[in-house]
């Protein structure tokens, strides 16, 4: 009698389903079909959102830019003024920004180990071509600023804001944003004197 020699079972092919469309279809809660402005929102103020978040100090701009539009994305169906999602992805930026630092802060205080010698940073590419050479002491000097005077001097001056629209991007009084432009321009033109 033969030994029959063991052969790998073979077993049946199951038909895998078909791959889903990329597309979002009718229903998706992804489609943006119900928020044809939001892509525009996108072209038209991306840029100037990086550059925001850059100029407020945020480590890494583009995911606070990026979680900025995710959550207004989120909320675009509550969002009563479509001409307000300017000024809310604004004030988001600016929050996130804020909570950012402050955490890093915090992470930074409560590290055991002892601080390493500082490492350079780099820059992004985006962070460094937004920014011109004859800009970067002011940067710098900008960098140095308490985060209230800095937020406020940026959307002052950079973005041209009025002071209601600086207090509502804030979360502060219109009281309280003439007092931190107030000092931030002193402490600006200090630390720029000081410089030179």
């Known amino acids: 009698m033969r030994r029959r ?50 100029l407020l100090g945020a480590d890494d701009p583009e995911n606070v830019v990026a979680e900025a539009y995710y959550q207004i994305y989120r909320k675009w169906r509550r969002l009563r003024d479509v001409q307000a999602a300017e000024a809310y992805l604004r004030s988001t930026v600016c929050n996130l920004t804020r909570m950012r630092i402050r955490h890093l802060q915090v992470a930074r205080r409560h590290v055991e180990s002892p601080p390493s010698p500082p490492e350079e940073v780099v820059a992004s590419a985006e962070s460094t071509a937004l920014l011109r050479d004859d800009q970067r002491v002011l940067i710098d000097a900008l960098q140095q600023l308490p985060a209230r005077q800095r937020e406020a001097l940026v959307l002052r001056h950079w973005l ?26 002193a402490a600006l033109s200090q630390a720029m004197e000081a410089r030179r």
């Open 160 to 185: 041209g804001l009025k002071e209601g629209e600086i207090a509502a991007a804030m979360g502060i009084s219109s009281g309280s944003v003439k007092t931190h432009t107030a000092r931030g321009i």
């Open 5 to 54: 020699q063991n052969s790998p079972a073979v077993l049946p092919t199951v038909p895998r389903p078909a791959a889903e469309p990329l597309a979002p279809g009718p229903g998706d809660p992804n489609e943006l079909a119900p928020y044809p402005a939001l892509p525009r929102l996108f072209e038209l103020h991306y840029s100037s959102m990086l550059r925001l978040a850059v």
